[in-house]
């Protein structure tokens, strides 16, 4: 695989899933995250957070990145694994880019985690998976403001087997330094209580590990599986955080699309 190139991969759904505006954008995520309550989980090694527009998933999202507030100067490297919309792959990709821009700023890549990674057969390298791949870009403003400086592993996931998956995961899961993020919705377009229904038997698999049978379960159900696959062997626990969908915050309810937030948690007798 070729070195990455010095390129920056600019914004691409600023001013659609988020504000364009840095004050606004900065306001907004601060607004969330005030509202997301105290949460009863220490620091997590990683959390399942979903990727719709703010003004749908945003309250969910941040119940999650609420959790890393006693970690924000001790968190310096993030993996994030997203599924892809827009173009189909096998495996997981890298960007071809250096840095990924939103209107909060520039966060660099880890090319250190960059290259514990390539040389697997199941990562590839892709510009078009991430051009307008918006479920990894839509963690990123919550991440700069809920982290103060950080590195960056975003890795677009195709086709690809749970082991493939925890394979990489593996390679870059590091200590305390490093959070890794999964990207993922849960069901769409069902009335508001299938989804209810849907949803909370779906949470229920995650929390006990169980892996997911399908992508209508949750479209990032391939990274899902790959972490929960690392999460059993290495004994760790998912908490839930917070459960809602789209009738619950900002849409109708005669078609949602369902949220949720999850903290994995490792504890001082597993080693890492």
């Known amino acids: ?11 691409a759904v600023a001013g659609m899933f988020y504000s364009a505006s840095q004050s606004t954008l900065n306001a907004d ?16 090694k990683a959390l399942i957070v979903p990727h719709a527009g703010y003004i ?4 969910v999202a941040a119940s999650a990145y609420a959790c890393l507030a006693a970690a924000r100067s001790s968190i310096s490297r993030v993996v994030l694994l997203g599924p892809t919309h827009r173009v189909a792959i096998t495996g997981l990709a890298l960007p071809d880019a250096a840095a990924f821009d939103t209107p909060l700023g520039r966060v660099p890549l880890d090319t ?29 403003p919550f991440l700069q403001v809920a982290l103060d400086q950080f590195t960056l592993l975003p890795l677009a996931v195709g086709t690809a087997s749970a082991e493939e ?11 305390p330094e490093t959070l890794i993020v999964i990207s993922s ?8 209580a299938d989804a209810q229904r849907l949803d909370q038997q779906t949470a229920d698999q995650i929390v006990a590990l169980r892996p997911l049978a399908n992508h209508e379960q949750a479209c990032g159900a391939t990274p899902v599986n790959g972490l929960l696959l690392c999460a059993r062997r290495r004994g ?18 005669s078609r949602v699309v369902g949220y949720g937030a999850f903290a994995v948690n490792e504890t001082a007798d597993h080693g890492r």
Not at 29 to 44: E, I
Not at 56 to 59: A, D, E, H, L, Q
Not at 165 to 175: C, I, K, N, S
């Open 56 to 59: 749908y998933s945003g309250p």
């Open 185 to 192: 919705d849960l069901s769409h377009y069902h009335s508001y």
């Open 29 to 44: 995520v601060q607004d969330y995250l005030a509202h997301a309550g105290a949460t009863a989980v220490a620091t997590p």
């Open 112 to 140: 250190q985690l960059v290259h514990a990674v390539e040389a697997l057969p199941q990562v590839q390298q892709s510009r078009a998976a991430h051009a307008m791949e918006h479920s990894m870009e839509v963690q990123l």
């Open 236 to 253: 760790l626990k998912v908490q839930l955080l917070d459960l809602r969908n789209s009738g619950d915050t900002a849409g109708d309810r």
């Open 165 to 175: 998956v925890a394979e990489v995961l593996d390679r870059v899961w590091g200590g």
């Open 1 to 11: 695989m070729s070195a990455l190139s010095p390129s920056v991969r600019p914004a």
